[in-house]
Every structure is written in C-alpha cells, then in structure tokens.
C-alpha cells in the first residue's frame, strides 16, 4: 500500500534547514552551533523512524515534489531498502555528531562552522539518496553530496588536503558524469526514470547497448564505492579530519555508490535481465579482484587511517559480490553488509581519532601498548577489527556466513574461497595492532596518555555495542538481515 505522506521530504528538509540555521550562528555562538547540529541529527533521524512500521509491513511512502519532463519528476519513494540507508545514514549522523563535538573542541579545528554546516548537507543528501524514487532524483543528491564532501576533504587546507580534494573532486565529478550520461540513455530507451520493484528496462533496446549501459552506470556509481581501480582517491582522503573519514566510510559517501549499484542492479535493469544479459559473473569478478588487492593494499599501510580506507575499498565490494550472486542469502549478506559495514568501521576510525587526539599518533608503529592506556578505545578498536575479519558473534561474522553460502547456492563456490582469502588477509593486517596494543609495553610519551574523553569514547563503546548486538541476535526485528530480506523478499 502506497501512502502519499510529506514524511520523505521532511526527513531532507529538516537536515537542510538546520544547515542554514548552522551559517547563520557562525562562531559567534559555539554552543548554539552545536545545538543546531545534533538537533539536525536527531529530528532527521525521528522522522526516519517514523516511517519503519508501514515500510516493514510491506507498505510505501510517496511525494511528489515537481514534474521536470513527461515520465520525470523530482520525487521520493520510500521501501524497504531506501529506508534501510536512510536509518543507517541518520543514526550514525547522530553518533557522529556528537563525536565531532568533541573531536573538534579537544584539537580547537578551525572554520568549525563551514565544517558541521557540510556535514549536515552531507546527511541530507545521504537520505535523499536512499529516499529517491527515481534516478533522476538520486542523482540531484548524489551530486550535492559530492559538493558538500568537498570541503570536508580539504578542510585542512595544506598542500595534502588541497590535492586530496582535487584528486576527490576530479574522480566524484567524473563518475557522476558517467551516472547521468546512462540516466539520458536510459530516458530515450524507456521514457522514465522511475524505479520499478522488478526494473523496467527489460524489452528496451538491443542486448549490446543494454550491456554498455550497465556498465557505464557501474564505472559512475563505482567511483564512489571505490572499485579497482578508480578508488585512490579514497586513501588519498584520509587528510581530512577523522569525523570526516568515518563519513566517507561509514555513513554516507561510499555507502551511496554502493546504494547506486544495487539501485541499478535489482530497480533499473531488474535480477532477471542482469542474469539474462551475463552481467553478473564480469561483475563478481571485478567485486572479487577488488576484495583481495584492497585487504594486499592495507597490509602495506602503516599508517591506521590508510589501512582502514584499503579495508574499506575491500569490504565495499562484499556487498557487490553479494547482489552479483543473485542468490537469496548473498542478496541478504550483501544487503546487510552495508550496515555491518558501516557500524564496525565507523567504530574502528573513531577509535583512530580518538587516539590522535590523546596522544598525537597516526601510524600503527607508534602505537605499541597504547591498550594499557587506552583500553576500553582499544576494546572497541578491537570488537570492530574481529567483526571485519569475520568472528563470530560480531555482525561481520553474519556477512561473511551469509555471503559464503549464497555462493555456494549459486553454484560458484570460487568465490567462497575468495571470502576465505580475504579473511586470511583480514586477520594478517587486523591481528598485529591489535596484539601490539595489549602484548606490548607502552613507550615514550605513550606512557603518560590516558582515555579520551566520553564525548569520543561514547560513540565508540555505543558503535561497537551495537555490532556486537547485530552479530548476536540478527534475526529480530528491524537488524539489518531482517530489513535486508524485507526488502528482498526472501
């Protein structure tokens, strides 16, 4: 059932206009600012939750905001896997929020008010994205989204965060060019752009031009999940403060790529024509190259926030793997990973800023017994990297399971033993710091750090908590599985 309702546009609006009130506070009021930016989060949030119950029983939230051309309109509409990313979007934005408080005030950053007035830009665009009832629609956020990390990047402003922001703006701006170039393809062959439960492309233009067209959506949406090889300007990002990288990571920019694709995949084309046209084996093999050499590329890293955004580049590409498989429980895993996902690295990269913070260090040598000083960010810390590695009962763990038997349900048991690798690489680049930080003693003017403080240390005890909840009890109401197969019907 259908209900026209102005809930979806609220939950873009309010975000938006706190941004706004962000500007118009500027650094004459410190506290107020602050305000705005978790009062932002959290009306977003709670407009998003208002919508769970008819999105979970099958039901659908429309409004209409504008006709642009016959077929077209500037709209939203809400199912199950939109309200999936927009719950995970504005859930961690809130988490987020409150950890940038206090990451910004312990290192006094500058241009604080340009810094949450992108932010809450960010999520906003992050949940018209997920709210989008056409392409057309997710691309207008897909590009202010792209706009508004920009400063982000390069907040900085030295020389690394000036050319990270370049090299970010030149890879995004290129992809989404890509994006709209297969939106006018895909309007002239059908004369909509709208998302259809089952695609509707099937029955439109020659089997050759549909496979180009797949995969120029894949190389503009893949740009921002970071597929190999257009993924350096992920790692090259890591200048920019650490609310920024949990951001890019955990809640909204990767994270909307990875939506685009699947977007594409299950709501454009449809499972039954990609399976039809032979387009998911090439993209499983290029989810699978970008596993492994992601997880090679982060063993290499000394410095943590480096090895975390290799991590990323890999993990992102499980959930493509797993809409590639076309099988009911690597849709599943796949779908859940981006929650997963995002909860365990968001947990992971607080746990680097927060180290940064008390004691100044960014590489992993440098960071030897730092759990004797900072044991509870460095449980967390550890809670994270297991669940990425893929024990049990951390969430990872129910990713991998369900990934790992949905290739096997395929009939491709390879790329099981490619999940296998992975976690084998996982555990070669996650184990060491942690074994460091615990196993070894604390040198030099790590001897005298101490726990930071709970506005930093809150969201990462509170992140890793939840992944642990996720791992343990998954098949309850409203975890990620569960809305994952809501939303695929399995």
Known sequence: MEIYSIRPILAVVIPFICALLIAVTGEKNRDLREFWTLAASVLGCMVVISMFPHIYSGGKYIFTVAQIVPGVELGFRVDAFGMFFAFLSSFLWIVTSVYSIGYMRALKEHAQTRYYFCFAACIASAVGIALAGNLLTLFVFYEILTMSAFPLVMHEETSAALDAGKKYLAYTLSGGALVLFGMAMTYTLTGTLTFASHGFLAGHGSEQLLKMLFVIFILG?????????????????????????????????????IFGIV??????????????????????????????????????????????????????????????????????????????????????????????????????????????????????????????????????????????LGALEAGHPIFTAVLMASTLLNTAYFIPPIYNAFFKEPEGDLIE?????????????????????????????????????????V
């Open 263 to 404: 977007r594409v995949v299950t709501n454009v084309y449809g499972i039954e024509l990609v399976a039809d046209l032979g387009l998911l084996l090439p993209l499983a093999i290029v989810a699978s190259i970008t596993i492994i050499f992601g997880s090679i590329f982060a063993l290499a890293q000394d410095n943590l926030k480096r090895m975390l955004a290799y991590s990323t580049v890999s993990q992102l590409s499980y959930i493509i793997l797993g809409a590639a498989l076309l099988s009911p429980s690597s849709l599943s895993g796949g779908v859940a990973h981006i929650a997963h996902q995002g909860f365990m690295k968001i947990t992971l990269f607080f746990c680097a800023g927060a180290i940064l913070v008390q004691t100044g260090k960014k590489n992993l040598s440098e960071m030897h017994g730092i759990g004797h000083r900072m044991p509870l960010t460095m449980i967390g810390f550890t809670i994270g990297a297991l669940g990425m590695i893929g024990a049990p009962p951390i969430c990872g763990f129910i990713s991998k399971w369900y990934l790992g």
């Open 221 to 257: 949406f893949g740009v921002k999940a970071a597929i190999i090889p257009l993924h350096s300007w992920l790692p090259s990002a890591m200048v920019a403060p650490t609310p920024v990288s949990a951001l890019l990571h955990a809640v909204a920019v990767v994270n909307a790529g």
């Open 449 to 489: 750090s101490r726990e930071a403080s709970w506005w930093l240390l809150g969201p990462i005890l509170l992140c890793a908590l939840i992944s642990l909840i996720f791992g343990m009890v998954p098949m309850i109401p409203y975890t990620p599985l569960q809305l994952a197969r809501t939303f695929l019907g």
